[in-house]
């Protein structure tokens, strides 16, 4: 897989995963390009087409179009699989996964995407084990926000800095 996107049907960008090198102008053109072709596309038309040198498999889920483009002699099926995989998952983190969860919670779109994909492959094909890595992160992270928060209570509450230079304030003449 070279990239994937979520963007929805207004054409707003809502997630981008690049799997090989691309310059950000190079990044700019292809996506405003394949989001122009993939909404420009009728409802009952094939999800599978050829776009410069790479074949691009897409799904909408409510407002959301997901995106792959990738090497010309991958399998569009299981792409396909893939992105339903990613959406069931989105689905079980989130319950009923919507654009504004994908808005809000960005950084979780991307580890889920991350635990399940890397490099542009299949790092864990098992929902079980993919949540339970992000589960297992997420009670890591609520351990240190909560670590930090009673360090910070047992210092009272306030960082000490040590007091600087005083300076005069200007007055008016």
């Given at each position: 897989m070279r990239f994937m996107l979520l963007f929805s049907r207004q054409g707003k960008l809502r997630l981008q995963?690049?799997?090989?090198a691309t310059s950000d102008k190079e990044r700019k053109k292809?996506?405003?390009?394949?989001?122009?072709?993939?909404?420009?596309?009728?409802?009952?038309?094939?999800?599978?087409l050829e776009w410069r040198d790479l074949k691009v498999v897409y799904k909408r889920y409510a407002s959301l179009y997901f995106c792959c483009a990738i090497e010309g002699q991958d399998n569009?099926?299981?792409?396909?699989?893939?992105i339903h995989r990613y959406v069931e998952l989105l689905d079980k983190y989130f319950g009923?996964?919507?654009?504004?969860?994908?808005?809000?919670?960005?950084?979780?779109?991307?580890?889920?995407?991350?635990?399940?994909?890397?490099?542009?492959?299949?790092?864990?094909?098992?929902?079980?084990?993919?949540?339970k890595a992000i589960e297992q992160a997420d009670l890591l992270q609520e351990v240190r926000t909560w670590d930090s928060e009673a360090e910070e209570e047992s210092r009272g509450g306030v960082d000490t800095l040590p007091a600087g230079p005083s300076y005069p304030l200007p007055t008016s003449t």
């Open positions: 995963k690049w799997y090989l292809m996506v405003r390009e394949l989001m122009q072709v993939v909404l420009a596309r009728k409802p009952k038309m094939c999800s599978f569009e099926l299981i792409t396909l699989e893939l009923s996964v919507c654009e504004l969860d994908i808005i809000f919670n960005f950084e979780k779109a991307y580890f889920i995407l991350d635990e399940f994909l890397m490099g542009g492959d299949v790092q864990d094909t098992s929902k079980k084990s993919v949540l």
